[in-house]
C-alpha cells in the first residue's frame, strides 16, 4: 500500500493519496486549499492515476480543489448528500462575518465561482467504494458538519495496524473538531464519537485533517473528549 499526503493552503490541511502503490490508481482525500500543484507533483512522481476524491466534509479547506481534480483527471467526487451543497458554495457553512474575518486573513479578494463537479456521489453511512483493489467503508458521523464522515480502508503493510481512517476534522490527535460553526452539533458529536469511535479497535491508525497521525488507543487512552464518554 503507497501513502502520502502533504498539507495544502493556508490553514495547512491535509491532503492523502491511497493506493495499493506506483503505478496505480489512487484515491485523493479532502484536496483543500492551493493544493493542485502538489497533487500533480505527487501523481507525477509515483505514477498515479487519481480514480477517486474522498471528501471528509463540506468545509472549503477541504474541497477546495475537488472540482480541479474531478476535471483534471475525470474521476468522481464522494461526499455525504448533507454536505454536498457546499461543494458549489462553500462559503455557506461560515457565517458572514466569519467569511469577511476570512478573506482579510488569507488575502482574498474574493471568492472563487465553484461549481458541482460533474460526477459527485453520495458517502452514506455503510458505502462501500471501491478504488482500484482498494475499499474504503463510510461511517457518518455529524457534529463537526451534519455530513461529516471518515473513511477506513484495511492496511496491508508491515506494521501491526488493522486500518487506517481518514477522520478530517471529525478527530484529532488529542482534541475533536469544533461544533460551532453553521452545523455543527456538540451533542451530535458526542453520539458519534460514542457510536462510531469507541467500539473501533486499537490499532486502527487514524489520519487527521490537520495535524500529525494518531491512533485509535492512543485517543482512548489520552484524548479528554473520550475519556469523558468513558468514565
Known amino acids: 500500500m503507497l501513502l502520502t499526503s502533504f498539507p495544502a493552503g493556508p490553514l495547512q490541511a491535509n491532503c492523502y493519496f491511497v493506493s495499493r502503490g506506483p503505478g496505480t490508481g489512487c484515491a485523493i482525500v479532502d484536496p ?3 493544493a493542485m500543484d502538489g497533487i500533480r507533483t505527487v501523481v507525477a512522481e509515483h505514477n498515479l492515476r487519481p480514480s477517486a476524491v474522498l471528501v471528509t ?3 472549503f479547506d477541504h474541497m477546495w480543489c475537488a472540482q480541479d481534480v474531478a476535471a483534471e483527471y475525470g474521476c468522481p467526487v464522494w461526499i455525504h448528500p448533507a454536505d454536498r451543497h457546499l461543494l458549489a458554495d462553500p462559503m455557506a457553512a461560515i457565517s ?5 474575518m476570512l478573506r482579510s486573513q488569507l488575502g482574498m479578494t474574493d471568492v472563487p465561482d465553484f461549481t458541482e463537479p460533474a460526477d459527485v456521489r453520495d458517502a452514506v453511512d455503510g458505502a462501500r467504494i471501491e478504488v482500484d483493489g482498494l475499499t474504503f467503508l463510510v461511517d457518518h458521523v455529524p457534529g463537526h458538519t451534519p455530513g461529516t464522515v471518515f473513511y477506513r480502508v484495511d492496511y496491508d503493510g508491515p506494521e501491526d495496524v488493522s486500518q487506517v481512517m481518514f477522520s478530517g476534522d ?3 490527535a488529542g482534541s475533536i473538531g469544533r461544533t460551532d460553526l453553521t ?3 456538540h ?25 500529525g ?4 488507543g492512543r485517543e482512548r487512552a489520552t484524548n479528554p473528549f473520550l475519556a469523558e464518554l468513558i468514565a
Do not use: C, K, W, Y
Request: aromatic share 4%; glycine share 14%.
Open 32 to 34: 483543500g486549499m492551493d
Open 57 to 59: 466534509h463540506g468545509h
Open 96 to 100: 458572514n462575518e466569519s467569511a469577511a
Open 170 to 172: 471529525f478527530l484529532f
Open 183 to 185: 452545523g455543527g452539533s
Open 187 to 211: 451533542p451530535q458529536m458526542q453520539d458519534s464519537l460514542r457510536d462510531r469511535v469507541l467500539p473501533l479497535d486499537d490499532d486502527i491508525v487514524v489520519l487527521p485533517g490537520h495535524g
Open 213 to 216: 497521525q494518531t491512533s485509535i
